[in-house]
């Protein structure tokens, strides 16, 4: 019975301190989080206490904490008091993924990213952190920045002869390459959502429009680096240097299913895809696997070859078998600039077909508006009618400037320059059809409201 009784007292009071160290541990973060939207420094001196008395209490206290730890690098007065504090910050980030392990907040990225925005540690540890981040937390190395730092630094290693051979760069942007793609296409789909539920004429939120602008944000980050990664590499991949080297390899390789795509891709992206040797990775490519690679490829070589026919059909089936929305909508638009040249219905037909998979594919609203515009003397009845063919043109401008924020300097000029060519003001109340809907009854099939005065 005494025995009973002792082990009760020690469970309650167990009970009772554990009460008081939740308690204590609330209060301790409440004040950090005061603190760090404060921006004030001391934020870090509860942070310590968190760290060292709650470490397993919450996961804010790593998220918050990190505000805490940058205020201290922001404010330190020496490079000694900087780094420290600068390593204080990766200890804070291994910490977080100790206690709170899957948390996906990319920590190791974020290590490699600390030193190198910091300026502290050498090249060398900032690549061996983002490399151990890109190989061991994939999914969550999602920065465009430090996808960047990587690239240029691996490149640069490579340029001094470090050890780092020139498939290796290659592998590598085609690794990020790729990586890109898929963080650009969860904030595509998440984008082309919003645009068409705009379309259905349902207004979206405040915070819909905010989580909207956010995206076109992102979106536009990911595009330069995707940019600049091509522009560092682009002296490495001219057609004189990749045809000997692929052709070197090709013999070794034709059965690498990875290897010839990644060859094809690049020897497309630098329009060497007149070669020969592009042609021969593209058959092997597609009797390896009739993927919807393979047949884009294949698309690309007939289409060389004059075979537009035969050329349209491999096209068809790539777009087919793609599920990638991008890479779908990319291959209806390079049939919508063929046909451009040749057939403007089927042009539009394949310009529409990439903005149904993907709305907020402005090239496509683009060249729906080069279409129209050099269609003047194809409709209307007269030189007035005719010329009004470029509001419309105009209005497919706009178009793209308002679902494509990284278009929206060149849309809007475009713009400009087709409502400058459309009728005058002194044109329009000459001719009395202000307010008045014109008809293109030509191959176009739609209509325009001229100005009104």
């Known amino acids: 019975m005494k025995t009973k009784l002792t082990l009760l007292l020690v469970a309650a009071a167990s009970f009772f301190v554990q009460a008081q160290n939740t308690e204590a541990c609330t209060e301790t973060l409440s004040l950090m989080s005061t603190s760090v939207k404060a921006k004030d420094v001391t934020s870090y001196d509860y942070l310590t206490t968190l760290r060292k008395d709650c470490p397993s209490f919450h996961k804010s206290i790593y998220t918050l904490g990190e505000f805490a730890v940058k205020l201290k690098i922001e404010k330190a007065t020496t490079p000694q008091d900087k780094e420290k504090y600068v390593r204080d910050l990766l200890k804070l980030y291994d910490e977080h993924d100790k206690y709170f392990p899957d948390n996906g907040a990319g920590n190791k990225m974020k290590k490699g990213l600390a030193l190198f925005d910091n300026k502290v540690g050498t090249t060398d540890e900032v690549f061996q952190l983002l490399d151990n981040a890109f190989k061991t937390d994939y999914a969550n190395f999602k920065y465009a920045k430090a996808m960047y730092v990587y690239f240029e630094i691996l490149v640069n290693k490579h340029k001094a002869n470090q050890g780092v051979e020139l498939q290796q760069v290659f592998d590598k942007y085609d690794d990020l390459a790729n990586k890109l793609d898929e963080e650009e296409e ?65 013999e070794a390789n034709k059965t690498n299913e990875e ?30 696997n009739p993927s919807a690679d393979a047949a884009e490829k294949l698309g690309v070589v007939e289409y060389q070859r004059k075979n537009i026919t035969k050329a349209m059909d491999y096209f068809n089936q790539a777009a087919e078998l793609y599920k990638d929305n991008t890479k779908k909508a990319n291959v209806y638009y390079k049939m919508a600039s063929i046909y451009s040249k040749s057939n403007k219905v089927q042009s539009r037909n394949y310009a529409r077909k990439a903005l149904a998979v993907k709305p907020s594919y402005g090239k496509a609203y683009l060249l729906i508006a080069s279409l129209y515009g050099s269609s003047i003397n194809d409709c209307g009845n007269d030189q007035f009618e005719k010329r009004a063919m470029y509001w419309l043109a105009a209005q497919y401008c706009d178009k793209a400037a308002a679902v494509d924020s990284s278009l929206r300097s060149q849309a809007s000029s475009n713009a400009a320059k087709y409502r400058a060519a459309a009728p005058s003001k002194t044109e329009i109340f000459q001719s009395g059809k202000a307010g008045q809907r014109i008809a293109f009854n030509c191959w176009v099939g739609e209509s325009i409201a001229v100005p009104s005065l």
């Open 186 to 250: 969860e904030l595509t789909n998440e984008k082309d959502a919003l645009i068409s539920k705009e379309d259905s004429g349902v207004a979206l939120s405040d915070r819909e429009v905010k989580r909207k602008a956010r995206l076109e944000e992102n979106l536009e980050i990911f595009s330069g680096v995707r940019n600049d990664m091509g522009n560092i590499i682009l002296e490495l991949s001219t057609c004189a240097k990749l045809i000997p080297f692929y052709q070197k390899s090709f």
């Open 259 to 288: 290897w010839l795509k990644r060859a094809a891709n690049r020897l497309e992206a630098k329009e060497c895809d007149t070669d020969p040797l592009f042609s021969k990775i593209s058959e092997a490519l597609y009797k390896l």
